[in-house]
């Protein structure tokens, strides 16, 4: 880039005015907003013992659950939309022939990376079936990478552990 | 005999002990204020070890003493091995050896000892007592300290490091010169470098430096800021510009030590502004002004000496959230375009005032330390509106549109010479 190049759009220095060059009013003007926020109400949670309120829980997107029908059986037809849909590819559906009359398939194993996971919520949105949901537990841990990866079972038991608290958004059975 | 070195040694024992455990919860302070200021609620878990219980999380900075004596200490392969050691300590060496001569109280009576102790003189709160050079040592030790930093920054063989190191070089003496010439002023009132004598001098007329020479008082305070490299200032290290400055390389025990002798500068600084300007353990009223004392008003100068100099600290800590760091050339533009200029003036108005002093005093009808206090205060009102309305921190060495054909002298182009060119102008 050459100086002289007419493509250059030169920005002049802005002047300071009277206050400005002082220092003193911006100082006032510094410290006084530190001093409010010194004193200010504090943004903190205090994680364990106090926890995040969250506004709507049905909306929230934290770690998933199969939903099950009316009958207690998983919801999931195995139509793979939702390993389609993953951005980070890290839902493993293995479908099988359904051993009930309502349906073609089943899923086999369901099995999702949740370390992979980035909780975007497009599975729920491709779900035709209302079968995969988010909820809103959020503080998800383990203690290795392999238990990190839930499979059907723990994935149904998160349903059973939160369908009083976040009902299913949609019910067409 | 065994008294003699007796004496010091303890002086010395409660100072370092004093200092190093100053500094770690100054860490703490430093980091609850930076939570509070950003409405977060700070450090407030660690307590009582193998305990439940919390303390306001006032057990932080043993676990962080812990964490870092204890982390793994990682010499890069390509430092100048030498000097990377020696760095840390320099700078530690020449941030503790300046407290030996700044006084930390007034003194303890004689009379508090039993006679079979044999002593006889009050004993002077000070490391090494009667110094008559104080001053001058301070400000050559805490000079030294600006070594650790560029040591630091060239044996780390990193660029971030490097420019951290040759920054501080150029802050250095861009502030050496006004923290100077903010003194001579005091000194001169004084008629003394020792800073014991300058404080009871402050006591005895009642009038701190700070109200007598208001112009000495901000120079000093901004160049203190400068030395100590806090923020508006804290250019050697600019987080966001040079990852950690002149300890980016560093890890382990070494960093530990820059970070104390970080922590000991902003204490030295403080005790020097209290001492020198906000007259030291004087308070009206409160503390008396002579040497001949009781043991309770010696504890009250100590508590006195001690409040004055944890406000500085926490106006330190408040004022790092309430500025924005100068940039390079700003901050040396202030320094030498301003700050010593500023000095200069304010040196000037105390040696008329202390030659001349009792006639001018007598033509305006005041005592010579309240007349002496309004030129003061007149003089820094004048230098300041002067300051404003020449704006010698504008520089010109900014990037200029160049003249289109040959070489004509300076100045900046028009806007409309350039055809096709386009401006944005404020």
């Known amino acids: 880039m050459k100086p002289n190049d007419k493509h250059v759009t030169w920005v002049k220095t802005p002047r ?158 | 005999m065994l008294s003699i070195f007796l004496e010091p040694l303890l002086k010395i024992a409660l100072l370092i002990g004093g200092l190093m455990t100053a500094a770690a919860y100054l860490v703490l302070l430093e980091r609850w204020i930076a939570a509070w200021v950003q409405d977060r609620l700070g450090p407030n878990r660690v307590g009582i070890p193998l305990t439940k219980i919390r303390l306001f999380g006032l057990g932080q900075p043993l ?16 430092v100048d091995t030498v000097l990377f050691f020696v760095a840390p300590l320099v700078i530690f060496v020449g941030a503790v050896a300046v407290f030996a001569v700044i006084p930390f109280g007034s003194v303890i009576p004689a009379g508090v000892f039993p006679a079979s102790w044999g002593i006889h003189e009050p004993i002077r709160l000070v490391a090494a007592p009667g110094v008559d050079v104080g001053m001058i040592y301070v400000f050559a030790v805490s000079s030294i300290a600006v070594y650790g930093v560029v040591l630091g920054g060239w044996a780390s063989n990193n660029k971030y490091s490097f420019l951290g190191g040759l920054r501080s070089g150029a802050q250095l003496i861009s502030y050496e010169l006004p923290l100077g010439l903010s003194i001579v002023g005091v000194v001169l009132t004084a008629g003394s470098l020792r800073l014991d004598v300058i404080i009871s001098h402050q006591a005895q007329t009642g009038m701190w430096n700070a109200f007598n020479q208001p112009l000495g008082f901000v120079v000093f305070c901004v160049a203190a800021f400068a030395e100590a490299a806090r923020l508006p200032f804290d250019l050697p290290e600019a987080e966001q510009e040079l990852i950690g400055g002149y300890h980016t390389e560093y890890s382990g025990i070494k960093l530990l030590m820059y970070m104390v002798a970080e922590f000991l500068h902003m204490v030295a600084a403080a005790l020097l502004i ?51 760091r100068f940039r390079y050339d700003q901050l040396m533009d202030l320094g030498w375009k301003v700050m010593i200029p500023w000095g200069l003036v304010n040196l000037v108005v105390v040696a008329i005032w202390m030659e001349y002093g009792d006639h001018l005093a007598r033509l305006l009808g005041l005592s010579t330390e309240r007349s002496m206090a309004a030129a003061g205060w007149a003089t820094m009102l ?45």
């Open chain 2, 63 to 78: 676990a962080d003493g812990v964490k870092f004596l204890t982390k793994a200490e990682f010499t890069p392969s390509h």
């Open chain 1, 16 to 173: 300071l005015g009277p206050a400005g060059r002082s220092y003193l009013l911006l100082f006032v003007q510094g410290m006084t907003t530190t001093l409010r926020h010194l004193f200010g109400r504090k943004k903190t949670v205090q994680s364990p013992e106090e926890r995040h309120e969250i506004p709507d829980p049905l909306i929230y997107r934290g770690v998933h659950r199969l939903n099950r029908d009316a009958q207690g059986r998983v919801k999931c037809v195995a139509c793979f939309l939702c390993a389609t849909a993953c951005p980070a590819h890290c839902i493993d559906i293995v479908a099988a022939e359904s051993p009930w009359p309502d349906r073609q398939k089943y899923p086999q194993s369901f099995t999702i990376d949740e370390l992979r996971c980035i909780f975007c919520g497009m599975c729920e949105e491709a779900c035709p079936v209302d079968a995969i949901e988010l909820t809103s537990f959020y503080d998800l841990s383990g203690k290795s990478r392999e238990e990190m990866i839930f499979d059907k079972e723990k994935l149904l038991s998160v349903y059973d552990q939160t369908k009083d608290a976040e009902p299913m958004r949609t019910r067409r059975d």
């Open chain 2, 382 to 426: 004048l230098v300041w509106l002067v300051t404003v309305a020449v704006d010698p921190t504008r520089g010109n060495n900014r990037p200029r549109r160049p003249w289109p054909t040959g070489n004509k002298p300076g100045g900046e182009r028009p806007d409309s010479a350039v055809p096709g060119a386009r401006t944005l102008s404020s």
């Open chain 2, 274 to 324: 209290v001492v020198l300007f906000l007259g030291g353990w004087h308070f009206w009223g409160l503390t008396g002004s002579g040497n001949l004392i009781d043991w309770p008003v010696a504890v009250l100068r100590v508590i006195v000496l001690l409040v004055k100099v944890m406000g500085v600290i926490l106006f330190f800590m408040l004022a790092r959230w309430s500025w924005p």
